[in-house]
């Protein structure tokens, strides 16, 4: 929930997602997703509305093999291409961040294995990142993405946070998590919790942070882990 200063920077997310509960499908079922999702944003030097203007586009890469009722489907290929704005704000102790951005339906979406989700959303998003002692080694970070698909199906609210300490030795740890409901055409919701580690290395402007969540709760929606490795490249 921090807009960095003018720039160009890459992240590149790794995640691996597994999970075999769900309480509205036979008990045979799984899902297994592998994706790198390839983000590129550009923090300009211009001011609106006081906030730093920023663009952004997400380019993801989806593996997904899911199992339902023992009848099992694969498919892998590029998902939906998220292209997005974003203003950030700054404080003494304080960041804040709002955008809006569009996932394009480009994404193959014939099977339920597909890396496409068949339609556009649009995403709005709000969030805030708040240092809690004077030395900024603590802070206290929310970002949430309110998500409508464009045929009223599907909208979510999604909201993740941290708590994270920032240690002598360069290194950053944190407890993580995340919360999601359907807001419209379900009652999905999700919940999960975890923790992450994260440096960043000042010489190559290069950091890695590596994150593992454990779902503990989830309703009409697969219950399972995650685990994450971001690659953040300044350029």
């Known amino acids: 929930s921090a807009v960095p200063g003018p720039g160009v920077y890459y992240k590149g997310y790794a995640i691996h997602y597994n999970a075999d509960d769900h309480s509205a499908l036979p008990p045979d079922s799984e899902v297994t997703v592998n994706a790198i999702a390839n983000r590129l944003i550009w923090v300009t030097d211009n001011k609106v509305l006081g906030g730093d203007l920023t663009f952004e586009t997400i380019i993801p890469v989806i593996h997904t093999e899911l199992t339902i009722g023992g009848d099992t489907q694969s498919d892998w290929g590029i998902g939906d291409i998220f292209l997005g704005t ?81 240690l002598n030795s360069g290194l950053e740890l944190g407890l993580v998590g995340y919360d999601r409901w359907q807001i419209e055409g379900g009652n999905e919701e999700k919940h999960g919790i975890g923790a992450e580690v994260g440096y960043f290395w000042p010489s190559a402007m290069t950091g890695l942070n590596f994150a593992a969540y454990n779902e503990y709760d989830a309703t009409e929606d697969f219950e399972g882990y995650q685990l994450r490795a971001t690659l953040t490249k300044v350029f």
Do not use: C
């Not at 704000?89 to 951005?101: C, K, L, N």
């Not at 970002?143 to 708590?163: H, K, Q």
């Open 86 to 166: 974003v203003l950030g704000w700054h404080g003494e102790r304080w960041d804040t961040v709002a955008g809006i951005g569009v996932w394009t339906e480009t994404g193959q979406d014939d099977e339920p294995a597909d890396p496409g989700l068949g339609y556009t959303e649009t995403m709005l998003t709000l969030g805030a990142n708040v240092y809690l002692n004077e030395t900024k080694d603590i802070a206290f970070n929310v970002l949430t993405r309110t998500s409508f698909a464009d045929d009223d199906r599907d909208d979510e609210f999604l909201m993740e946070w941290a708590l994270s300490k920032q």
